[in-house]
C-alpha cells in the first residue's frame, strides 16, 4: 500500500507536470510570439552572431538559467551536446567531446578551459554561482589559438552582466522541497552620466537529501555569492571596468552510500546511512579583482586589456568506507591554498576585407595542495592484522613452532613403538595446517578472542589486553605497529605536500580573410610557453605513539616509503618547461543569407605537468597532450527563420592523452592515483535543433553520437593486475528534448517551459564494474544499477503585463527516475566496504521575482 507521503510527493508531481499548461487555459487570448533571438559571443574576442562564427559554439542563457534553475556548470550539461560536468564544487571537472580533466592533483592542469569575466579560472574555481550571469558559451574542439592555455579540448566562457546607464533591480526567492531556499538582488544605477554600478548578491542553501545517522547529511548546500562592478565611461572612447568578485561555499561531502556487510542497509533509495567521517565537509573561500581597459582608436583600431587576480582556500574531506565501523574507517581531505594573476592585452583591426586580432597574455598561479589521508587507531590495526595474518615468515614461524611442539609431544610415543614416525609427521602437519587456518581466521588484534588465539598461536599464552601486552609482542615481533585499545579512536593522517608556480605566457594572432561576399578563410597562430616549479614533502604519520624500544619508529601504511614516497623532512624539487606553436585555418561559405557551413583544421596543447602523488614525476613528467581537430560544420535559420540548426562533424586525435587511474604495482600495499598517457581518436557528430511549429510553440533538440578508440602505455590497475588497456566504444544514447508555451493571457503573459533528459546507461557491460556484492553470504545486486536515465522537467510561469512581478511553478525528476553507479571506494579491496552514488530525487518548488 502506498503510504500518504509518497502519494502526496506523488500526486503533487504529477500536478506540476500534467496540468501546468491547463492553468494557463482560462487566460487564452491572442498568441504571445516566440522567436529565434540573435545570441551575441566573443569566440573570437570580438561580438558576432553565434550563427556567423565558424565553430561549434552552444549557449545557455539568463532565460535558460531562468527555466531550468540551474546553478552551477554542473546544471546545464544535460542541455549542450558533448559537454559533460562532474565532481562537487572544489573537484569540478569539465569534458568536451569526451575529454576531461585527468585527476585533481595540484600539478596537472584541465583539458576544457574556463573563464569568467574574460579572465581565466583554475579547476577549482570553476563552478561560479550563476548570479546576475548573461550567458554561458561552450566552444568545442581546440580553442587554444583565442584562450591559450588548457583549451585543448575546448573553452567554457561565463559572462556577466555589465554595469550600464539603466536603472534596474530585482530581488527573487526560489522555494522548494528538501528547504530549498535560494534568494537573489541586483541593484544597477548610474551614480553619473559617465559611471555605473552593479551590484548582486546570491544566497543558496537546501537541506541534504540522504539522511546521515552518524554526521552531517549528504547534499546539504550553504553558497553566499556576491559581485560588484564599477565602468567609468571616462571619454567616448575609452572606458575602465572594475569588479571584485566574493564566494563562500560551506556544502556536506559528496555522497558516499555504504554497500557492503557493515553498511546500514542494502536500499540505497532509502536515502539513509551511516557516514561517520570527521567534521566531513566541502568549503571555499574565494574572492577576485578584475579591471577592464577599454579603447577605441578610430572605426578600425581597438584596444582592451584584462587584469584579474583571483585567490581561493578549499577543503574537501569525504568518507571513503560508507560505514560508521570505526574498524574500516578512512577519509580524504584535498586542501588547496591558490592564487593566479591574470593577464591579456589584444588589438583588435576591423576592416572591409580584414579582421583579426593580435595579442599577448601572461599569467602567474601559486598553488599550494595538501592531500591527507585520516584512519583510526582501530582501522589501521585492521590493516596490521592483515598484514600479520598474511605474513610469510610469520606463518612459517608458526607454522614450524606447531611442528616442532607436537613432535615433542608425540616423540615418547614413536620411542615406546606405539607410532611411526610418518605417522606423527602426519599429525604434526595437520596441527600446523589448524594452527595457520586459526592465524587466516583472525579478523581484529583488538577483538578479545583473535588477541588470545594469535597469542597462542605465538607460544606465550592467551595474554590479557593491556596495552603493555600488546607491547611485549610488538617487542617481540620487532615493529611498532601492533599497539593496543588505548589508541582506540585516535586519528593516524598522513600528508603529502605540494607547492607549485606555474608561469604562462602566449603570443597570438588570428585574422578573418573576406576572399568574395560568400567565402572567408580564417587563420590563426599561438606560441606558448608553460614553466612549473614544483615540490612534494612526505612528512610521515601524525599518531601519538611511542616506538617501542628495538623496533623501528611508526611508519606511513599509505604514502610509504616502499611506493617510491621518500618519508621525511626532504622536500622533492622538479621544474620542466614546455613550448608548442598551435594554430587553425578555416574556410567559411555562406549557402545563403541564413545558412552557412565551415571547413576547419585547428591544433591545440595542454602542458605536461607533475602528479602530486606520484614523485616519480620529478624525474619524468606527465607527458603534454597535443590534439588536431578536423570538423565540418553547418548552422543557420530554414523555413523563414521558423528552424535553426547546428550541426558539427568532428575527428579530434590527442597523442599523450592525460588519464587518471586507481593503480596498485607490485609490493604497493594500497591502490594510488595515478596519471598515465595514451592516444585516443574521437569522431562523430553533435546536433543542435530549434523549431517553431506555431508563434506560441518551441519545440528543440540536442544530442550527439561519439565513437572513440583509445591506447593505453601499461599499467597495474586497482588489484595489482597489468593492463595493456586498448578501448573502442561508442557514447550511449543520450537526448535532451525541450517545450516551450507562450501563450498571451488577458493580465500578463505565460510560459511553459518543460524539457525530458535521456541517456542511456551501458554501465552493466562494463567488465569492471561491480554489480553485486557479497553481504550475508547472499550475492546481493545493486538496486536499480544500470537503469538509463529519464528525467522529466517543468516550469510554468507568470509575468505580470508591466513587468514587475513574476511568479513560477516548477519540478525536477518528476518521475523520480532511480539511478545507481558501480561500487567503488578506496576501501573496497582492503576493507570490503564501498560506496556508491544514487540520482537526485524529484524536487518541486515556487520561483518569486519583483523587477523594479
Known sequence: MRSPARFTQTRLSLTIALLCPLAAAPYLALAETLALEEVVVTAQKREQNAMDVPIAVNTFSNKDMANTGALTLSDIDAYIPGFDVGGGVTQSTLSIRGVTSPSISAGGDPSVAAFYDDAYLPSAATTIAFSDMAQVDVLKGPQGTLFGRNAAAGAVVMVPNKPSEELEAFVSAKLGNYGLVRTEAMFNAPLSDAVYLRANILSNQRDGYVDNVAGRDSGEQDTLNARLALLWNITEATSLQVSYDWDKVDNSPRTAIGFSDRALNTDPFSRKVANDVINGEETRDMYAVSTKLMHQFNDQFSLKWINSYRAFETTNREEEDGTADATAYLDTNNIFDNDILYEELQLNFTGDTFSGVVGVNYSVENVNQTTRVTALGDSVTTLVTQDLTSNPMLQGMIYQGTVAAVNQQTAP??????MTQAEADAIAAAQAEQSLAALNAIDHLWNPNDWATFTTLLGVGPLPQDDVYYDAVAQSLGT????????????????????????????FADGEFTLTDDFRVLAGLRYSNDK????????????????????????????RAGDGYVVGDQIINASETWRKVTGRLVGQYDINDDVMTFLSYATGYKSGGFDSLDQSTAD????PEEVTNIELGIKGDLFDGKARVQFSYFDMAIDGRQRSVESKPPGQVNALPRVINGDQQFNGFEITFDWLPTDTVRLGLVTTVRDQESSWEPFYNAIGELQSDKETGT???????????????????????????YAENSAESDPAAITSVNIGGVDTPIPYFGEDAKRLNSRLSWTSNNGHYELALWGHNLLDNKVTNSLGGRTLDVFGTGYLDISAPRTYGIDLRYNL
Do not use: C
Request: proline share 6%.
Open 620 to 623: 619524468t613528467p606527465i607527458k
Open 480 to 507: 611498532s605497529m601492533l599497539f593496543g585499545l588505548s589508541h582506540a579512536g585516535q586519528a593516524w593522517q598522513e600528508s603529502v605536500l605540494n607547492e607549485g608556480k606555474f608561469v604562462n605566457y602566449g603570443l
Open 413 to 418: 610415543a614413536v620411542q615406546a613403538g606405539f
Open 532 to 559: 612549473k616549479d614544483f615540490s612534494w614533502q612526505v612528512p610521515g604519520v601524525n599518531f601519538d605513539r611511542a616506538t617501542v624500544p628495538g623496533t623501528a619508529p611508526i611508519e606511513p601504511v599509505v604514502f
Open 731 to 757: 557514447t550511449d544514447t543520450a537526448y535532451t528534448l525541450t517545450f516551450d508555451w507562450a501563450p498571451e493571457v488577458s493580465v500578463g503573459s505565460i510560459n511553459w517551459h518543460a524539457d525530458y533528459v
